[in-house]
């Protein structure tokens, strides 16, 4: 029987890809892509010419089978994601999954995540936090936002450019305006920036500098307002 690799690949600069994630890549039978066209990129840049399948949301549960089946028959077998660690609000689990109900040996390797660097940068309590990860867009947002209204753990969460200042603006109507914050984007990228202080300190600044490029709040929980 194979083995399924999870393999982390940088979030934005391409040094902070590891030595062993290189090598792993070049000896796997086939490399599962979140986008190929995007890993396309990454694999050239490290000279990696293996075998490449695409396997995002919208086909995991239509490929996953094949993959198990491939892996049982001996191969080896690498997932990555566009960037980050597969499965972090990224595809991954159901493979995974399905990998561990099937006595297949699944092997992370650690790397690259966006939130932890967001998470120690932010200067907010990290011994202990609760990852949110992308709030529902719709259904179920302002109930989720309401159950966490008492947390009192660090949260993280994962947000895009456009819905930054609504996000900010609703955290302040569950959370209050003074709950403290921080705002980073474009991590390990030449652009990187961690903006910190109070939610409507955030609002204020967001609303005068167009937010660009992947973003992560991190907001104090409820025992760490000031």
């Known amino acids: 029987m194979g083995k ?4 982390p690949t940088p979030v934005g600069n391409l040094e902070d890809m590891t030595f062993r994630a290189i090598r792993v890549l070049k000896e796997a039978d086939l490399i599962l892509a979140e986008d190929t066209r995007t890993s396309g990129i990454l694999l ?3 000279e990696i010419k293996n075998a490449m399948q695409s396997h995002h949301k919208f086909n995991e549960h239509k490929t996953v089978e094949s993959v198990v089946n491939r892996i049982k028959a001996g191969e080896t077998v690498a997932l990555i994601s566009d960037a980050g660690t597969p ?6 689990f159901l493979v995974v999954r399905e990998c561990v109900r099937n006595g297949i040996d699944v092997e992370c390797l650690p790397g690259a995540t966006a939130f932890v660097p967001a998470l120690v940068a932010s200067g ?8 949110e990860g992308f709030l529902p ?12 209204a008492d947390e009192p753990r660090t949260m993280v ?8 200042l609504k996000t900010l603006t609703q ?3 569950y959370f209050g305006a003074e709950r403290q914050a921080a705002v980073s984007r474009e991590i390990s990228k030449l652009h990187e920036q961690t903006v910190r202080g109070t939610l409507d300190q955030l609002v204020e600044h967001f609303t005068a500098t167009e937010p660009r490029g ?7 929980g409820i025992d760490d307002k000031k």
């Open 4 to 7: 399924l690799f999870v393999v």
């Open 44 to 46: 050239k840049h490290f």
């Open 87 to 92: 499965g972090i609000s990224d595809p991954g």
């Open 124 to 131: 907010l309590p990290n011994e202990r936090f609760c990852f």
């Open 137 to 148: 867009q719709k259904k179920g947002r302002m109930t989720k936002l309401k159950s966490l």
């Open 157 to 164: 969460f994962y947000e895009s450019p456009h819905r930054l």
């Open 171 to 173: 955290f302040m109507e």
């Open 214 to 220: 992947e973003i992560v709040i991190i907001l104090a």
